[in-house]
C-alpha cells in the first residue's frame, strides 16, 4: 500500500501564491507518476499537472505559465507551486500516485486539500 499526505491549501486573494506538497510513504514501485488533480465545485476531477521519475512534465492549459510541479525523488514528495491564482482554481486538490502506464484512477490518492480563492 501506498500512503500519501497533502499539505500547504488554503485561503489566498487573486493574484496570491501557494505551494502545495505530497509526501508518499510505504510501497512505492520505483517507477512512478506523481501528480496532482483537482475537483471544483459541481465539477468532475481534472488533472492539473503531472511529473514522471525522470522529470518529465504536462499541465492542463489552464495553469500553464501560473503553476509548476516538481518532485524530489530521494524524500518520494511532489510540490505544485501556484503563482497567479485565480477565483476559478478554487478547489480541493488531490494528489495522486500511479504506475507511468497506467490511468490516474487505478493509482493511489491523498485526502486532499482545500484551496480557495476570493477577495
Known amino acids: 500500500q501506498v500512503q500519501l499526505v497533502e499539505s500547504g491549501g488554503g485561503s489566498v486573494q487573486p493574484g496570491g501564491s501557494l505551494r502545495l506538497s505530497c509526501a508518499a510513504s510505504?510501497?512505492?514501485?520505483?517507477?512512478?507518476?506523481m501528480g496532482w488533480y483537482r475537483q471544483g465545485p459541481g465539477k468532475q476531477r481534472e488533472l492539473v499537472a503531472d511529473?514522471?521519475?525522470?522529470?518529465?512534465?504536462r499541465y492542463t492549459d489552464s495553469v500553464k505559465g501560473r503553476f509548476t510541479i516538481s518532485r524530489d525523488n530521494a524524500k518520494n514528495t511532489v510540490y505544485l507551486q501556484m503563482n497567479s491564482l485565480k477565483p476559478e482554481d478554487t478547489a480541493v486538490y488531490y494528489c495522486?500516485?500511479?504506475?507511468?502506464?497506467?490511468?490516474?484512477?487505478?493509482?493511489?490518492w491523498g485526502q486532499g486539500t482545500q484551496v480557495t480563492v476570493s477577495s
Open positions: 511529473i514522471t521519475n525522470s522529470g518529465s512534465t
Open positions: 495522486n500516485l500511479r504506475h507511468p502506464w497506467s490511468d490516474a484512477r487505478y493509482g493511489y
Open positions: 510505504g510501497s512505492i514501485f520505483s517507477s512512478n507518476t
